[in-house]
């Protein structure tokens, strides 16, 4: 199921530069879409590589992969005073992860350390909260904030794809939630007792979700980051 960028949003990102963490994961897809919707794509591996780009993507992957290497590149430290300075940043999946403050169920490494985020969305995630692999699952969610691809009869849902993807088990003040699975929308629905999980976040302009959408041609998603870079959103 695809859902292109709005009539308007087809060159959105026209003039912008807008970098993809490309250490491990499914950083093409999402290069893909930014430059789709007219944006240079930048696929971001060193420190200096963070310099001139108007936002960031941090894709979905393994979140203690990614934190690893972040540290090993020495991309880590640049990235967070990147974040905490205000530059834009949308995580899909192992990004959610990535930019949460608290993780409920912290990977740790040989020496017990817990595993590290960059921070800067005040939210607790849960990782691999929907399941193995072989529990991955689709289904449609109300989605706030597409108001832009709005037609007669409102925005159409956003088709959502769930990879051992993260839900959010606290929110801040200062978070506003843009999606939820309902229990029986979930691929197995008896792992969320009777209560819907938030999916999607947004604060400031740092946005969250735990589902992919660069993989099924949903490109609102990105859509939204982009019109979150420029003020419009």
């Not at 290069?31 to 919707?37: D, F, K, R, W």
């Not at 640049?78 to 205000?86: D, M």
């Not at 691999?128 to 832009?148: I, M, P, W």
């Not at 007669?152 to 939820?180: N, Y």
Request: glycine residues 12%.
């Amino acid at each position: 199921m695809t859902t292109p960028l709005s009539l308007s949003g087809s060159r959105v990102g026209s003039g912008l530069r807008i970098g993809v963490l490309a250490l491990q994961g499914d950083f093409r897809e999402h290069l893909h879409v930014v430059e789709s919707a007219g944006a240079v794509g930048v696929g971001v591996r060193r420190p200096a590589e963070l310099d001139g780009l108007d936002g960031l993507i941090i894709p979905g992957g393994e979140s203690t992969t990614i934190d690893k290497l972040a540290r090993a590149f020495e991309l880590r430290d640049p990235l967070r005073e990147r974040i905490q300075a205000g530059l834009p940043v949308y995580g899909s999946c192992a990004g959610m992860i990535l930019l949460a403050d608290d993780i409920a169920d912290p990977a740790t490494d040989l020496a017990g350390n817990p595993q590290q985020t960059f921070g800067g969305l005040d939210i607790t995630v849960r990782r691999n909260a929907f399941g193995r692999q072989r529990e991955s699952f689709e289904t449609d969610l109300e989605f706030k904030g597409l108001q832009f691809s709005a037609g007669d009869g409102g925005a159409a849902p956003v088709h959502a794809v769930f990879i051992r993807g993260p839900w959010v088990e606290r929110v801040g003040a200062c978070v506003e939630v843009l999606a939820q699975v309902e229990p029986s929308k979930a691929g197995h629905p008896e792992s969320l007792d009777g209560t819907a999980r938030i999916v999607a976040v947004r604060s400031g302009k740092l946005l969250a979700t735990s589902f992919h959408p660069e993989v099924t041609g949903e490109k609102r998603v990105h859509e939204l980051f982009i019109r979150m870079i420029r003020g419009e959103a």
